[in-house]
């Protein structure tokens, strides 16, 4: 089940949920590069390799950017796999589109809020562990989902679904129902390997400005926008 973290923030650019991790690697790799490097020195630098890389896949990267009126940002780093038009969702109670981002091992596995809001609901769902590429793995994989009422008069609600994938099998969300959320700000975090969804309302001037196979980053692509709200422009830093 998702993982609540209260203090989302960290003086180092760590994120604090991936300590553990980083912490048992570092004795456990340590050690093994320590005793093949007393054998035979080169045979020490896989082991360094692989400690470099969990504390890569750990990482949290400060972010600042100008959002404009109606703009969505994208709730993780990696590849866009799919942009679908849903004749119906349930949630947000209408046409919407759905945009699937696909997080690979060495991706930012931060997770960001898209907008401006209040946290309606936050729900988990048990399931399976498909390869976070494959099409039905958002519907069918372990899951956890945020319905986010934007900040008027951006339309809502919006979605935004965690999902696990085939390596991945633990999400973390410190956000809560109720919880106030500035577009870009860190939310959580899925470790090793995974797949984040953004639903959005479809409305007759709902711009989609990323396209499939194209890289985006959390808190910094704008990847929709949603045409004739007019609002003050934000800058976040997160």
């Given at each position: 089940m998702p993982t609540e973290v209260k203090s989302p923030n960290f003086p180092l650019p760590i994120a604090p949920e991936g300590l553990r991790e980083?912490?048992?690697?570092?004795?456990?790799?340590?050690?093994?590069?320590?005793l093949a490097g007393w054998l035979f020195w080169p045979?020490?630098?896989?082991?360094?390799?692989?400690?470099l890389w969990v504390l890569s896949f750990f990482r949290d990267p400060c972010r600042e950017r100008t959002f404009g009126p109606g703009d969505l940002c994208a709730a993780a780093d990696g590849r866009v796999t799919e942009i679908v038009q849903l004749a119906e969702h349930e949630a947000v109670g209408g046409p919407a589109i759905r945009i699937?981002?696909?997080?690979?091992?060495?991706?930012?596995?931060?997770?960001?809020?898209?907008?401006?809001?209040?946290?309606?609901?936050?729900?988990?769902?048990?399931?399976?562990?498909?390869?976070?590429?494959?099409?039905?793995?958002?519907?069918?994989?372990?899951?956890?989902?945020?319905?986010?009422?934007?900040?008027?008069?951006?339309?809502?609600?919006?979605?935004?679904?965690?999902?696990a994938g085939?390596?991945?099998?633990?999400?973390i969300c410190h956000a809560l129902?109720?919880?106030?959320?500035?577009?870009?700000?860190r939310f959580g975090l899925i470790k090793f390997g995974s797949r984040t969804e953004l639903i959005v309302p479809k409305l007759d001037n709902t711009e989609i400005l990323v396209r499939v196979g194209e890289k985006v980053?959390?808190?910094?692509?704008?990847?929709?926008?949603?045409?004739?709200?007019?609002?003050g422009i934000s800058t976040q830093r997160t």
């Open positions: 980083i912490a048992i690697s570092t004795v456990i790799l340590g050690a093994l590069a320590g045979a020490a630098i896989p082991f360094a390799v692989v400690w699937g981002i696909f997080l690979s091992l060495f991706n930012v596995h931060v997770n960001r809020s898209p907008c401006a809001g209040t946290v309606r609901k936050v729900t988990y769902k048990p399931g399976r562990f498909l390869d976070a590429r494959h099409p039905d793995s958002g519907r069918l994989n372990e899951s956890n989902t945020l319905l986010i009422d934007p900040d008027g008069p951006l339309p809502g609600p919006i979605e935004v679904r965690q999902v085939l390596v991945a099998r633990r999400i129902e109720s919880y106030r959320l500035e577009i870009g700000q980053r959390g808190g910094l692509t704008i990847v929709a926008r949603q045409g004739g709200v007019e609002m």
